[in-house]
């Protein structure tokens, strides 16, 4: 008695549905997303530990001089049109503007004031406006405006909404607030050749709402990410093992 040789099993064919590769191809996009949230929150945590004791962010000092009467940054536009959520009147917080008189004997007056009203004061005043800086090295180009002395020192107007004059070390804080501003830097006897060191803070309390959520969204996207190609791989397992059962 011969017995026939049994005929090999066929071939379990492999299924791998378009839409399973778009299931991994979508949880991959989420997990990188999620990558890179993380390297954002990872950079908003490393941020934390970079403010002073008071809860300021700071630039500086730098050495700021001229030889004119007033140095200015003359827009400073807080608030404007954009995502609430990035432009709202408390993003930048308290601005702390720390400073020192490098000319022996005279006191040096740091204000901010409306910009249209500082425009005003300036109107025919020979100074400088901040044009463009850099922080790395530090680096400030101004534009200089011809003109003469100014009328009146700066201390005695009163569309300031916050000042300081010292000759030593002095601060002037600021909880910062919608619209279009001006910096002025002058010798409170509003004499010319202004020498300062100057360095400048801020709360910035928006980092750490950027640091939460994106760290937050990093782990949502993370879970759907990887709960997606595990469907997608799940469900392959699952043809394949019916296709074996089958034949």
Same mark, same amino acid.
């Given at each position: ?76 536009? *807080? %608030?404007? /049109?954009?995502?609430? &959520?990035? $432009? ?5 917080? =308290?601005?702390?503007? #720390? @400073? !020192? ?10 204000? *901010? %004031?409306? /910009?249209?009203?500082? &425009?005003? $004061? ?5 100074? =400088?406006?901040?044009? #463009? @800086? !850099? ?11 011809? %003109?003469?002395?100014?009328?009146? &020192? ?94």
């Amino acid at each position: 008695m011969t017995t026939a040789p049994l005929a090999p099993a066929p071939p379990v064919r492999r299924s791998w549905s378009g839409w399973r590769t778009l299931l991994v191809v979508v949880g991959g996009m989420f997990a990188m997303v999620s990558v890179i949230l993380f390297a954002i929150g990872g950079v908003g945590l490393w941020a934390q530990h970079q403010r002073d004791g008071n809860g300021y962010f700071t630039a500086g000092p730098e050495r700021l001089t001229t030889t004119s009467y007033a140095l200015s940054a003359p827009s400073l536009d *807080i %608030g404007g /049109a954009g995502p609430d &959520a990035l $432009y709202t009147d408390d993003f930048l917080g =308290d601005i702390r503007i #720390d @400073f !020192e008189s490098k000319t022996p004997g005279t006191a040096v007056f740091v204000g *901010i %004031g409306r /910009a249209a009203d500082v &425009a005003a $004061y300036l109107n025919g005043v020979g100074h =400088d406006e901040a044009a #463009d @800086f !850099e922080v790395d090295p530090f680096k400030l180009s101004t534009t200089s405006r011809a %003109g003469d002395e100014p009328s009146a &020192a700066p201390a005695t107007q009163s569309f300031w909404v916050a000042s300081a004059t010292g000759t030593g070390p002095s601060t002037l804080t600021w909880n910062t607030s919608g619209g279009d501003w001006s910096v002025v830097i002058m010798n409170a006897d509003g004499s010319r050749n202004v020498a300062v060191d100057l360095s400048v803070g801020g709360t910035l309390p928006a980092v750490e709402g950027i640091t939460v959520g994106a760290l937050v969204g990093a782990v949502v996207l993370l879970i759907i990410g990887t709960a997606v190609i595990v469907a997608a791989v799940a469900t392959r397992r699952d043809a394949l093992g019916q296709q074996a059962r089958v034949t």
